[in-house]
């Protein structure tokens, strides 16, 4: 009998709990834009500050708010270019800023001393290596964003062209 009063307690317990959480939910949501919710849905979530935001939810509030036009990532290219203009009803204008010839980090391995700074600043991951030892660009993943530069203490690393077989096809 003793265990019968203690399940009930207990789940008289969890419920009021669960409905405290769900009201407590309901007043302090967030009133997140949906808007932004669908435009940084359809953005490549690289994070690589080519847009001038330090990340796709700030651009995607930049867009709705008119601070910026939807042509600015770089990573998305032509297919998020053509989405947010089908989403928002904006008339196409090719991605800006787009390099005629696309850009990849390169890291002069023989001069990396394996500090990993690189790694933790890519915002892709195309960075490989371990610590104390050389590290390599992924160059299919890379973006061009060069926020790798900044933070490598012996300058081993620099944008170059990618070798034209590796190039994608630019519509």
């Known amino acids: 009998m003793e265990m019968i009063s203690a399940l009930i307690v207990m789940g008289a317990l969890c419920?009021?709990?669960?409905?405290?959480l769900a009201w407590a939910a309901r007043k302090f949501a967030g009133n997140e834009n949906a808007l932004v919710v669908q435009i940084e849905e359809l953005l490549p979530q690289t994070q690589c500050a080519q847009c001038g935001y330090p990340g796709c939810k700030p651009y995607a509030e930049a867009i709705v708010a008119g601070e910026?036009?939807?042509?600015?990532?770089?990573?998305?290219?032509?297919?998020?270019?053509?989405?947010?203009?089908q989403l928002l009803g904006a008339d196409y204008r090719p991605p800006a800023k787009v390099a005629e010839k696309p850009m990849v980090a390169f890291i002069r391995e023989a001069e990396c001393i394996g500090c990993t700074l690189c790694i933790k600043a890519c915002p892709v991951d195309c960075i490989i290596g371990a610590p104390k030892q050389m590290h390599t660009v992924i160059?299919?993943?890379?973006?061009?964003?060069?926020?790798?530069?900044?933070?490598?203490p012996?300058?081993?690393?620099?944008?170059?062209?990618?070798?034209?077989?590796?190039q994608p096809e630019r519509p």
């Open 139 to 152: 160059t299919a993943d890379c973006t061009g964003c060069t926020l790798c530069i900044p933070p490598c």
């Open 68 to 85: 910026a036009d939807i042509n600015q990532c770089q990573p998305g290219g032509e297919r998020v270019v053509k989405a947010l203009g």
């Open 15 to 20: 419920l009021s709990g669960g409905l405290a």
């Open 154 to 166: 012996v300058n081993c690393i620099d944008m170059e062209m990618l070798p034209p077989r590796w």
